[in-house]
């Protein structure tokens, strides 16, 4: 059978601005990504989101971003490895505290927007990011772009690991995101992400913008709880996937405590 998470960014309101429809997407995903205050988010957006997740029984994992409010973490910023692991401690340390509050338990960390993909081209900013994970909460499952540099940082910091592919996004050749400032960018069409899900799930691949095949691996897919519609995205996205066989599930923590228990040498 096969078997895939339904993840999305979400709490990325803050203060008297309102950005997704959670509320409306919560029924159909698997996994939210919150967001922790720096690209979006607040405090009190971080608890009403956790509470949300509870009660759609949905998994709760941070996600970090650059301190970018105003260009909602998706502008490039020059920041060291020691940065990147402070941002993610600190952030992950908001989260935590709020989940435990609430009772509740952390399933994963994925970074956002520009963070996400420099960690997944850069070496030095991908091993930043996992050990910080690993040292806040050796059990947090990292979600990492299927692939990627973020992908080998985590396994080699002992980290379960999540490979992550994107319905709602277009891909290079050579596995990237397609640029924001492209017009390409967004697959828009509902019926056109459910079929790439699809082939993710059961293939391993997807269709580039060049008219090349992707080899990638679908742990979890992504869908983007900014997107004009993204409520819709997800009903079709977790409908059809479940009319097609496919379970539908949390990661979960299993496979962390897997991880944890290897002997190092096999880490």
């Given at each position: 059978?096969?078997?895939?998470?339904?993840?999305?960014?979400?709490?990325?309101?803050?203060?008297?601005?309102?950005?997704?429809?959670?509320?409306?997407?919560?029924?159909?995903?698997?996994?939210?990504?919150?967001?922790?205050?720096?690209?979006?988010?607040?405090?009190?957006?971080?608890?009403?989101?956790?509470?949300?997740?509870?009660?759609?029984?949905?998994?709760?994992?941070?996600?970090?971003?650059?301190?970018?409010?105003?260009?909602?973490?998706?502008?490039?910023?020059?920041?060291?490895?020691?940065?990147?692991?402070?941002?993610?401690?600190?952030?992950?340390?908001?989260?935590?505290?709020?989940?435990?509050?609430?009772?509740?338990?952390?399933?994963?960390?994925?970074?956002?927007?520009?963070?996400?993909?420099?960690?997944?081209?850069?070496?030095?900013?991908?091993?930043?990011?996992?050990?910080?994970v690993r040292d806040v909460d050796g059990a947090l499952v990292l979600f990492a772009m299927a692939g990627s540099h973020l992908v080998t940082a985590g396994e080699r910091a002992g980290l379960a690991t999540a490979s992550e592919a994107f319905a709602d996004?277009?891909?290079?050749?050579?596995?990237?995101?397609?640029?924001?400032?492209?017009?390409?960018?967004?697959?828009?069409?509902?019926?056109?992400?459910?079929?790439?899900?699809?082939?993710?799930?059961?293939?391993?691949?997807?269709?580039?913008?060049?008219?090349?095949?992707?080899?990638?691996?679908?742990?979890?897919?992504?869908?983007?709880?900014?997107?004009?519609?993204?409520?819709?995205?997800?009903?079709?996205?977790?409908?059809?996937?479940?009319?097609?066989?496919?379970?539908?599930?949390?990661?979960?923590?299993?496979?962390?405590?897997?991880?944890?228990?290897?002997?190092?040498?096999?880490?």
């Amino acid at each position: 059978m096969y078997r895939v998470d339904l993840n999305c960014d979400m709490g990325e309101s803050f203060g008297a601005f309102v950005i997704g429809a959670d509320q409306e997407v919560f029924p159909y995903i698997t996994s939210a990504n919150v967001a922790c205050g720096f690209h979006g988010g607040d405090p009190s957006v971080m608890r009403t989101t956790i509470a949300g997740a509870l009660a759609h029984d949905v998994a709760i994992g941070a996600h970090p971003g650059l301190p970018d409010l105003v260009g909602f973490g998706r502008r490039t910023m020059d920041v060291t490895p020691q940065e990147v692991y402070d941002l993610i401690v600190y952030q992950v340390g908001a989260l935590l505290g709020f989940a435990r509050a609430a009772g509740a338990e952390l399933q994963h960390v994925k970074a956002h927007g520009a963070l996400y993909n420099m960690a997944a081209a850069q070496p030095p900013l991908a091993e930043a990011i996992a050990q910080a994970v690993r040292d806040v909460d050796g059990a947090l499952v990292l979600f990492a772009m299927a692939g990627s540099h973020l992908v080998t940082a985590g396994e080699r910091a002992g980290l379960a690991t999540a490979s992550e592919a994107f319905a709602d996004r277009n891909y290079s050749r050579d596995g990237a995101l397609v640029s924001r400032r492209r017009g390409d960018a967004l697959v828009s069409d509902a019926d056109e992400a459910l079929r790439r899900a699809l082939r993710m799930v059961r293939d391993g691949k997807v269709r580039s913008v060049d008219g090349d095949d992707v080899v990638l691996r679908a742990d979890t897919i992504c869908i983007h709880g900014d997107g004009p519609h993204a409520a819709e995205l997800a009903r079709k996205l977790r409908t059809g996937l479940e009319a097609e066989g496919v379970s539908v599930r949390p990661v979960g923590r299993a496979a962390a405590a897997s991880a944890q228990s290897a002997p190092a040498a096999q880490r």
